[in-house]
């Protein structure tokens, strides 16, 4: 199985200034045919199910507000609010969708500093 | 606009089969991938595995042994099974539409709510 971790497990944002999460996957999750990373990432408020923000490791989900956006190729990846909200305040999880089973990190909390 | 719709029993006793559903209402089933998801209290993401609408399915190894995902297109349903439950399957447990499509799927855009189902003596 590719194990996801994320780093930090937690982190404390000003409003206004930019978060960074970041994944690593134990093997590449880019198909090199298509070159497309098999990357995902969500976010998670209390009671809620997980929300897609963005696949293909830096494709936009329709609907998500342009400060969020993904980055990165292989094995290491990066998400990054840029212009932090308060309603942003969330779990953040990274996910790959390379091979099965699909696996997902431990998990990212942001929250207001 | 899509929504999954979740039921099923919520408290079990060890050894007993977990069973649940899943509808999808006012879009297509057909054409797409369906998958469980687990979220333990206070844990991370689980993928137990995944059905597509003709009945294929693929399951996490991890559970395998135990699980069976089917789905019924006449009602547009998709259900879960999972026999002798223990405490360690306690869990929220989703029903998730994924959003790929052909070989390029496994990312998820639309989610059930969750059913947390406690497994307890």
């Known amino acids: 199985d590719i194990v996801m971790t994320q780093s930090p497990d937690s982190l404390a944002v000003s409003l206004g200034e930019t978060a960074t999460i970041n994944c690593k996957s134990s093997?590449?999750?880019?198909?090199?045919?298509?070159?497309?990373?098999?990357l995902a990432w969500y976010q998670q408020k209390p009671g809620q199910p997980p929300k897609l923000l963005t696949y293909?490791?830096?494709t936009r989900e329709s609907g998500v507000p342009d400060r969020f956006s993904g980055s990165g190729s292989g094995t290491d990846f990066t998400l990054t609010i840029s212009g932090l909200q308060a309603e942003d305040v969330a779990v953040y999880y990274c996910?790959?969708?390379?091979?099965?089973?699909?696996?997902f990190g431990q998990g990212t909390r942001v929250e207001i500093k | 606009q899509v929504q999954l719709q979740q039921w099923g029993p919520r408290l079990l006793k060890p050894s007993e089969t977990l069973s649940l559903n899943c509808a999808v209402y006012?879009?297509?089933?057909?054409?797409?991938?369906w998958s469980w998801i687990r979220q333990s209290p206070g844990k991370g993401l689980d993928w137990i595995g995944e059905i597509n609408h003709s009945g294929g399915t693929n399951y996490n190894s991890s559970l395998k042994s135990r699980v069976t995902i089917s789905v019924d297109t006449s009602k547009n349903q998709l259900s879960l099974k999972v026999t002798s439950v223990t405490a360690a399957d306690t869990a929220i447990y989703y029903c998730?539409?994924?959003?790929?499509?052909?070989?390029?799927?496994?990312?998820?855009?639309?989610w059930g709510r969750g059913t947390l189902v406690t497994v307890s003596s």
């Open positions: 293909w490791a830096s």
């Open positions: 006012g879009g297509s089933f057909s054409g797409f991938h």
């Open positions: 998730a539409r994924d959003a790929g499509s052909g070989s390029n799927h496994g990312y998820f855009d639309l």
């Open positions: 093997q590449s999750v880019l198909y090199r045919s298509n070159n497309k990373n098999y």
């Open positions: 996910q790959q969708y390379y091979s099965s089973p699909r696996t």
